[in-house]
């Protein structure tokens, strides 16, 4: 569905102003094929994921399952690729002065795929559904700026006091604290509509088998570990999607890369990720054949440093550090030029605020600077750096070449540890963990405040009563300043005003080398352009079904 | 023999008792809450609704608590909650467990056949050109690791000739690849310990004399020869079946075989242990209610041998 709309919004406003009045007819190009994108209508797309944790609304998760469950739901906001927000089922929205009510009018006579009407009690219903304790949802989190979210979240209520219907067709949401960017949250699958029969969040019989109001239904039902099928909901109120169905067969964890790489050479596969190793021969073949896709994502690689404690306490020896790593050589030399060099915390994708070369010490390696900072920062030689990694994940190459960097320009020594991921995260959550860890981080929703809240607020370090980092600050960096600004720009009705002041929360922490940034996640997938038009790269890193089409 | 099928089957509960046990003990005190957070994703869980999850699972219990309500629940048949998606493990394994048992039965139909023929062969033209090939290939095979051989076969056959699926689709042609890389270690030893009974058994008196009389040289052969040949190979065939599991975590990773070899490959890198406990459970079970019908198939083609 988030391809849906981008496509649509982009193609033509003509249509979508069809398809608000319309719950089945006028919209529908779907059938006639030729009109609006290059391809025609039918076929089967085919492609490997992994077991994802739930294809339900309720707590999906990791980009396997928002692939299924964006498909199956249709929200008010979807996210495109390059990160703008578009409208989907909102027809408007309206934020009020101090921040804290917003009112969205939701687009009337779209239906579930089960005849029921999607209106804005069907909004309500989902996102209390999730809030609920007994959910125990992992992406409930999004929600918990919605006035009444903690009693939910508690057990203490059933329902949000924050949500409202003052008609069938508008939703009205009182949050707790002034955001003006909460519609940008919404394009998260965890805000999707859903039906009476949904049920509670551990309705099984719901959450293996959705039913939405998305482009595509379930043709039967989750088969675990087996295969997950979709099929077009020919009663889409929206643009329809002009595949016909959707193969998803899901491959174990351990060599899924393998599979899915092996299935595209063998044809079984229109679509597919590849092991690292064999990225560069897989190049070579399918790049000719116009089969290779590479994009940049929202994702992010950093080297974590732990700021509180340990040899890069100090910002001076952390920026020591970001200057003795030769990024290029090792993109070079390991990724073979397959990512793409990242000076910003912020990824490039995010247009509006993204500023190049922010990170001075990113930009090229420094041997002599890195060495006077170092030496300034008490950084002596022979001082022990911890890097942790986890293992089994293709970090061990480039990890133990940063490693030999550090300890050729330095002098220090580096000690890298490969662990289990769990370990690695526990490891991370310690009271007295020191030294750096490797990092990642990708945007749940298209605003700074998804990698700087999370990543580097003060608020995010939540320590426990043991002193166990809880949250995803796990650097433990803390700045008065910074929390002040992102305070500002949560608070800011203007956009534009807005990313402003995340531009300047983005430069305090740089300054402060809070995290040091080393590469853009640049993602690689095989592609069976033979058969299909118009494939592309969502925000998710998925294809978008519901936009391409067949050649 | 009824006795000793009743104390043998007391043994069994001993065997999983104290199997579950040791692995209980050892999975909760490894370091890493299991769940504290989502495998493969940097992001941290929250701790309420990791709180909630904890009560969900009983992981807020003392071990011997948990242990205590485990081994009660395993009683009645029930082997708890998964951490991933909170389904029942009986019904996440049950599906895998046939799975497994479909390979592991087509594999070894592969083991008697292959493993017989060839040894068979091996023995009646012995030191010929097929004796020399026989002894190479069986040697081979039993040096050639299973992930090697399947990853081969998976290159072969699958993606240059695509005379098989790569991903199951739970027809017989998808079986046929990974349940002969699962059994072609095993027919090889087979071959050769059906070579080694045979050539023994030939050099036997009353083979000799069977010949003497004039029979036929195809009856001395099925009458005679492989039916007392048979016995060290249905006992090594027994067993092997047991063993089969540990090849079928690596043979079902590469062939994606949605059984419960692979579940338990998945299972410990999510640390969802009660899926690893479920699995184990289940495969010692199986192994030693195998081993006890090896036992009795041993004394029912042997008369010499007696259960007591």
């Known amino acids: 569905m988030r391809g849906a709309k981008s496509a649509k919004w982009v193609a033509g406003a003509a249509i979508i102003a069809l398809a608000a009045t319309a719950c089945g007819g006028n919209d529908d190009n779907a059938d006639k094929g030729k009109d609006g994108g290059s391809g025609k209508a039918g076929g089967t797309f085919r492609l490997g994921i992994t077991e994802p944790v739930a294809i339900d609304p309720y707590n999906a998760q990791e980009s396997e399952g928002i692939l299924v469950t964006d498909n199956l739901f249709s929200g008010l906001y979807e996210p495109t690729a390059d990160g703008q927000v578009v409208p989907v089922l909102a027809e408007s929205k309206q934020v009020s002065d101090d921040g804290k009510t917003w009112t969205f009018k939701i687009k009337a006579g779209t239906k579930f795929s089960n005849g029921e009407v999607v209106d804005a009690e069907s909004f309500i219903r989902g996102w209390n559904r999730v809030a609920q304790k007994k959910a125990a949802s992992d992406v409930a989190y999004h929600m918990a700026g919605i006035a009444g979210f903690a009693d939910v979240q508690s057990g203490k209520a059933d329902k949000m006091s924050g949500l409202s219907a003052p008609d069938e067709n508008t939703l009205e949401v009182k949050l707790s604290e002034p955001d003006f960017e909460f519609d940008t949250k919404t394009t998260h699958t965890v805000f999707s509509p859903v039906p009476k029969v949904a049920g509670d969040a551990k309705n099984a019989a719901y959450n293996t088998a959705p039913i939405g109001n998305g482009p595509f239904k379930m043709e039967g039902k989750w088969e675990h570990n087996k295969k997950i099928t979709l099929v077009r909901n020919d009663d889409y109120g929206l643009t329809k999607t002009k595949l016909d169905k959707v193969e998803i067969s899901i491959l174990n964890s351990q060599n899924g890369t393998t599979l899915e790489y092996q299935g595209f050479q063998s044809g079984q596969f229109d679509w597919a990720r590849m092991p690292t190793p064999q990225l560069a021969p897989a190049k070579a073949k399918y790049e000719p054949l116009g089969e290779w896709i590479a994009e940049d994502t929202n994702g992010m690689n950093y080297l974590l440093p732990i700021t509180d404690n340990g040899p890069l306490k100090s910002a001076k020896a952390r920026e020591a550090v970001s200057y003795a790593i030769d990024r290029d050589a090792i993109i070079k030399g390991v990724f073979q030029n397959m990512m793409t060099k990242s000076a910003t915390i912020l990824p490039p994708v995010f247009k509006d605020v993204y500023t190049k070369d922010l990170c001075t010490s990113c930009v090229k390696q420094d041997k002599v600077k890195a060495k006077t900072l170092a030496k300034e920062a008490g950084l002596k030689p022979g001082t022990t750096i911890d890097i942790g990694y986890n293992t089994g994940a293709g970090h061990e190459e480039w990890v133990q070449a940063v490693a030999q960097q550090l300890e050729d320009v330095l002098g220090v020594k580096v000690k890298a540890t490969g662990k289990p991921f769990a370990e690695l995260l526990a490891d991370q959550q310690k009271p007295k963990a020191t030294g750096a860890y490797r990092f990642a981080w990708g945007a749940d929703y298209p605003t700074p405040d998804n990698f700087l809240f999370p990543l580097l607020s003060t608020a995010s370090i939540n320590k426990d009563a043991s002193g166990k980092v809880t949250g995803d600050n796990r650097g433990r960096y803390s700045n008065k300043k910074f929390d002040e600004l992102l305070a500002k720009a949560r608070g800011s009705k203007d956009a534009a005003a807005r990313n402003e002041i995340y531009k300047e929360a983005e430069k305090v922490a740089m300054d402060d080398v809070a995290l040091i940034p080393l590469w853009n996640r640049t993602q690689l997938r095989l592609v069976n352009t033979k058969k299909f038009a118009d494939v592309k790269m969502d925000f998710h890193e998925n294809p978008n079904l519901a936009e391409l089409s067949l050649k | ?308």
């Open chain 2, 1 to 308: 023999m009824g006795r000793y099928v009743v104390r043998r089957l007391g043994q069994l509960v001993v065997v999983v008792l104290g199997a579950t046990l040791v692995l209980f003990a050892c999975l909760f005190v490894f370091p890493g809450d299991p769940v504290g957070q989502i495998a493969g994703s940097d992001k941290a869980r929250d701790p309420a609704v990791i709180e909630q999850l904890h009560k969900q699972y009983g992981l807020d219990k003392p071990l011997v608590v948990q242990y205590g309500t485990y081994v009660g629940k395993l009683a009645t048949g029930d082997l708890g909650q998964d951490y991933t998606q909170g389904r029942p493990v009986t019904e996440i394994l049950a599906p895998k467990l046939a799975n497994t048992a479909k390979l592991a039965v087509v594999a070894i139909v592969f083991d008697v056949f292959i493993g017989i023929a060839a040894g068979v062969i091996a023995a009646m033209r012995r030191y010929s050109v097929w004796d020399m090939t026989v002894t190479f290939t069986t040697t081979l095979a039993i040096g050639v690791p299973s992930i090697v051989l399947g990853m081969i076969m998976q290159w072969v056959f699958v993606i240059q000739l695509g005379w098989f699926p790569l991903i199951s689709d739970g027809t017989v042609r998808s079986l046929i690849l990974p349940a002969f890389t699962l059994a072609i270690i095993d027919a090889a030893l087979v071959a050769q310990i059906a070579r080694s009974t045979m050539l023994e058994v030939m050099g036997a008196d009353y083979v000799k004399t069977a010949v003497a009389k004039g029979l036929p040289r195809v009856t001395v052969l099925f009458r005679h020869i492989m039916r007392n040949s048979v016995i060290p190979v249905v006992t090594y065939v027994g067993i092997s079946f047991g063993t089969l599991l540990g090849g079928a975590m690596i043979t079902e990773t590469i062939f994606n075989w949605d059984g419960i070899g692979l579940a338990l490959v998945n299972a410990i890198q999510q640390n969802n242990n009660p899926i690893i406990v479920g699995v184990v459970t289940i495969s010692v079970a199986v192994f030693v209610v195998l081993n006890l019908i090896v036992d009795l198939l041993y004394a029912a083609l042997d008369p010499r041998i007696r259960l007591a």
